[in-house]
């Protein structure tokens, strides 16, 4: 990995000043409209190629066509091809040159993408806009320095978060606010709970909402993670709460990916009550339950008699340019057109997508309201090292398996150990 690095910093840093020198002499000084950000010269016969994941690659071809009838006196073309967001970042820094020139990323992958100068920032042109049309929190978190100046390094496209999602036939609102009630409710029906337990991205929610909280990154390399100054008798009561809780609905609670969520609730019998679930699910979900859609905030649980909010993570997901593209000035435009409130608009139409441009109106919307609720206590899914996962996966592997203890003492071990692997 720090071979493949070191490759992509010279090659990113041989190309950045080409670029920036090409950004500034290609500005148009005029405004369509007033306030609004000013427009760059598109490159003509621009040849781009965009990556999104599979969910979304039939709204963006259609986006990509309205993009090119837009420009179509540059004759700019766009090749949109399947790419998971999850694996973006890895096949950027794996090969730049054969990288799509535009592509979507969650915000985890943020900084090995700044630590290579792999992304090409956002141009002036377009930070105020951002800055004042997307959420305060999605636009500081692809904030950063370069050489002595802030600046955004993608445009934010949607909240990456998960929240409680159950079957109102079974699981009522008022069960959907514990972890106690659910599960109970669960049982109860013969009905499975859902939940990627062995999962980092979701397991941290175990010492999370104990009090600990990442605390940023640290070192030459930035290679250590930080966290808070946290109190680890509390964190470890809470993990024990959680997997003495689990190991007691041993046979309700069921550790899977989440797309057994939604299979569950569509099967004939449905077999599946509630789940933790993403944003990104929200409307196969609803397809699947209908009129018996529920949606919630993480519930509590109790902690030695005191009901704790369950407090897990919250990321974004991006639409960045990556630093070496050939046509820097319609790659720039196009990453702003697709975070744009009409775009952003049909993603949360047809996919249920949280937009981050507030010009796109919510109201009425469930899931997208617990979200919103649910970032203003969520630890932001940011400067994390690659190698916080799989430490973070196998504490919740051990926190949820029946057999494995669950008393304070082992939770305790178990927290020093995924520390100490994460930055090991």
């Known amino acids: 990995m720090k071979i493949k690095r070191i490759l992509s910093l010279v090659l990113a840093a041989a190309m950045m000043a080409v670029v920036f020198v090409g950004c500034s002499k290609s500005e148009d000084k005029t405004s369509s409209t007033s306030g609004a950000a000013k427009t760059v010269e598109v490159e003509k016969n621009a040849k781009l190629k965009l990556w999104g994941p599979a969910a979304s690659l039939s709204i963006l071809k259609e986006q990509a066509k309205a993009f090119e009838k837009k420009y179509a006196d540059k004759n700019v073309k766009i090749e949109v091809v399947a790419q998971e967001e999850s694996d973006a970042g890895t096949q950027v820094l794996n ?48 904030k950063g320095d370069l050489n002595g100046k802030e600046v955004l390094y993608a445009f934010p496209e949607t909240d990456n978060g998960y929240y409680l999602v159950y079957d109102k036939s079974v699981v009522s609102d008022e069960d959907a606010k514990s972890w106690e009630g659910v599960l109970a409710a669960c049982k109860k029906a013969g009905r499975q709970f ?87 699910n929200a ?49 720039e435009e196009l990453a702003n057109y697709l975070v744009s409130a009409d775009c952003q608009k049909t993603r949360l139409d047809k996919l249920g997508w949280t937009p981050t441009n507030k010009g796109v109106e919510v109201e009425g919307n469930d899931a997208i309201q617990t979200m919103l609720t649910e970032a203003k206590t969520f630890v932001v899914q940011a400067n994390i090292i690659q190698a916080f996962w799989d430490p973070m996966a196998n504490l919740g592997n051990m926190v949820y398996k029946p057999g494995e203890k669950s008393d304070v003492a082992t939770m305790k071990t178990l927290l020093k150990n995924t520390l100490t692997n994460i930055n090991s």
């Open 95 to 142: 090969d730049s040159e054969a990288a799509a020139d535009v592509f979507a990323f969650p915000s985890d992958q943020l900084t090995k993408l700044t630590q290579a100068k792999a992304l090409l920032p956002v141009y002036d042109n377009y930070v105020s806009d951002i800055s004042k049309n997307h959420t305060a929190a999605a636009v500081d978190t692809v």
């Open 194 to 280: 859902i939940m990627d337990a062995g999962n980092g991205y979701y397991s941290c929610m175990f010492p999370f909402t104990g009090g600990l909280k990442l605390d940023g990154l640290e070192g030459d390399a930035q290679d250590t993670q930080k966290f808070n100054k946290y109190d680890e008798n509390e964190v470890a009561q809470t993990m024990s709460a959680f997997s003495e809780l689990f190991h007691k609905y041993k046979d309700t609670f069921v550790s899977a990916t989440v797309d057994k969520i939604s299979a569950g609730f569509s099967t004939a019998k449905r077999t599946c009550a509630a789940g933790i679930d993403g944003t990104w």
């Open 283 to 331: 409307a196969v979900n609803e397809e699947a339950l209908g009129k018996d859609f529920g949606v919630a905030v993480l519930p509590t649980i109790n902690v030695n008699g005191t009901d704790k909010q369950t407090v897990a993570m919250i990321g974004y997901k991006y639409i960045g340019v990556k630093s070496v593209t050939k046509f820097p000035n319609a790659a």
